[in-house]
T-cell receptor
Framework: DSGVTQTPKHLITATGQRVTLRCSPR?????VYWYQQSLDQGLQFLIQ???????AKGNILERFSAQQFPDLHSELNLSSLELGDSALYFC??????????????FGPGTRLTVT | AQTVTQSQPEMSVQEAETVTLSCTYDTSESNYYLFWYKQPPSRQMILVIRQEAYKQQNATENRFSVNFQKAAKSFSLKISDSQLGDTAMYFCAFMIYDMRFGAGTRLTVKP
């Protein structure tokens, strides 16, 4: 158990809908990262937040957005869902953004199926 | 752009033997971090080992060790005394500001 929690574990929804994935980082970790793992794209970095502020952006679609709240939990919002958005979405956390505490610990993931 | 290449899509090894997984990366930066993550059938991503680029000494964690060749931009993972529980996808990852993953190597440990 990494200490990172994600809810829900599974999500099935229809095209065009909007969903919210939630992540709670390990106690003491200030950084939260979101990743998408799909069969054809592998593991893709989406976005990072550090202590409530967006720190880095990867291959995140405009239909997707994220935020980190004062209690450090994070939410990833996916809207206008398409079949291709079906994937495993991971959240990871780390103490910092580099140097000490840079290693990331992953949550169990949320499996999103868009039908 | 930083890229990570794992040239072995699949590998297998007999239980108790040693196996080496390859990883190469491309960057013009001198300070970065390298990782190996394991993803068993449960799909949980588990950190196996990490290496800071400024350290010349190769990292070791129990049965797992790396061969870090900075000039060659190579970062291989050696698993000694392979166990059935080592069966998993193994991802090499590179990080400066964000983490880039290789495509993974599926390792099967055979009894």
């Amino acid at each position: 158990d990494s200490g990172v929690t994600q809810t829900p574990k599974h999500l099935i929804t229809a095209t065009g809908q909007r969903v919210t994935l939630r992540c709670s980082p390990r106690s003491g970790d200030l950084s939260v990262y979101w990743y998408q793992q799909s069969l054809d794209q592998g593991l893709q970095f989406l976005i990072q937040y550090y202590n409530g502020e967006e720190r880095a952006k990867g291959n995140i679609l405009e239909r997707f957005s994220a935020q980190q709240f004062p209690d450090l939990h994070s939410e990833l919002n996916l809207s206008s869902l398409e079949l291709g958005d079906s994937a495993l979405y991971f959240c990871a956390s780390s103490t910092g953004t580099g140097g000490l505490g840079y290693e990331q610990y992953f949550g169990p993931g949320t499996r999103l199926t868009v039908t | 752009a930083q890229t990570v290449t794992q040239s072995q899509p699949e590998m297998s090894v007999q239980e108790a033997e040693t196996v080496t997984l390859s990883c190469t990366y491309d960057t013009s930066e001198s300070n970065y971090y390298l990782f190996w993550y394991k993803q068993p059938p449960s799909r949980q991503m588990i950190l196996v080992i990490r290496q800071e680029a400024y350290k010349q000494q190769n990292a070791t964690e129990n049965r797992f060790s790396v061969n870090f060749q900075k000039a060659a931009k190579s970062f291989s993972l050696k698993i000694s005394d392979s166990q059935l529980g080592d069966t998993a996808m193994y991802f090499c990852a590179f990080m400066i500001y964000d983490m880039r993953f290789g495509a993974g190597t599926r390792l099967t440990v055979k009894p």
